[in-house]
Nanobody
Framework: QVQLVESGGGLVQPGGSLRLSCAVS????????VAWYRQAPGKQRELVAA???????NYKDSVKGRFTISRDNVQNTIYLQMNSLKPEDTAVYYC?????WGQGTQVTVSS
């Protein structure tokens, strides 16, 4: 069974930065794509960024150039570096791997 534990969320002012981490237990990490999703109040969960085992990535258009997804295949951890944050980035962020979800971490961008 895969378990995912996110950390790193919080309150930040517009233009600020945060780095989210997701520790993945289990032995599927290295052979699976991993991803970050987010869900804002009243909206559907949406894909923010994904990274495959070969390191290739894709991003939601509105975060391109501001967010960077990365993975550490030794530590079984994925990261989401978020820069130039905007109020519209406010949401609960979830990591995903092999069909399993983390519990989510709140990101609030507000002055």
């Amino acid at each position: 069974q895969v378990q995912l534990v996110e950390s790193g969320g919080g309150l930040v002012q517009p233009g600020g930065s945060l780095r989210l981490s997701c520790a993945v237990s289990g032995n599927i990490f290295a052979i699976n794509a991993v991803a970050w999703y987010r869900q804002a109040p009243g909206k559907q969960r949406e894909l923010v960024a994904a990274i495959r085992p070969d390191g290739s990535t894709n991003y939601k258009d509105s975060v391109k150039g501001r967010f960077t997804i990365s993975r550490d295949n030794v530590q079984n951890t994925i990261y989401l570096q978020m820069n130039s944050l905007k109020p519209e980035d406010t949401a609960v962020y979830y990591c995903w791997c092999g069909g399993s979800w983390g519990q989510g971490t709140q990101v609030t961008v507000s002055s």
